[in-house]
């Protein structure tokens, strides 16, 4: 059974840093391109950046260059690192393997 658990979200300031954490499970994860997407309350989901089994990444524009997408094939686990953090950052982040998406984790940033 596949599962994917995000972890890391929370409350912080206009300007400060986050990190988010996806654990896989029931994968063979190294073999899998990972994303993550996120929700803002009233608007759809919408990507946010992805890295593949090879280690290439991209980026939404909204946020190249204040956030770092990397993973840890031995904890089967991928990362978001999120700088800069913005207002409009406010959303769920949710990862996803392609098929299937974790529960999600709030990510909220104050002025």
């Known amino acids: 059974q596949v599962q994917l658990v995000e972890s890391g979200g929370g409350l912080v300031q206009a300007g400060g840093s986050l990190r988010l954490s996806c654990a896989a499970s029931?994968?063979?994860?190294?073999?899998?391109?990972m994303g993550w997407y996120r929700q803002a309350p009233g608007k759809e989901r919408e990507f946010v950046a992805t890295?593949?089994?090879?280690?290439?990444?991209r980026y939404a524009d909204s946020v190249k260059g204040r956030f770092t997408i990397s993973r840890d094939n031995a904890k089967s686990t991928v990362y978001l690192q999120m700088n800069s953090v913005k207002l409009e950052d406010t959303a769920v982040y949710y990862c996803?393997?392609?098929?299937?998406w974790g529960q999600g984790t709030q990510v909220t940033v104050s002025s």
């Open positions: 890295i593949t089994s090879g280690g290439s990444t």
């Open positions: 996803t393997e392609g098929n299937r």
């Open positions: 029931g994968i063979i994860f190294s073999r899998y391109a």
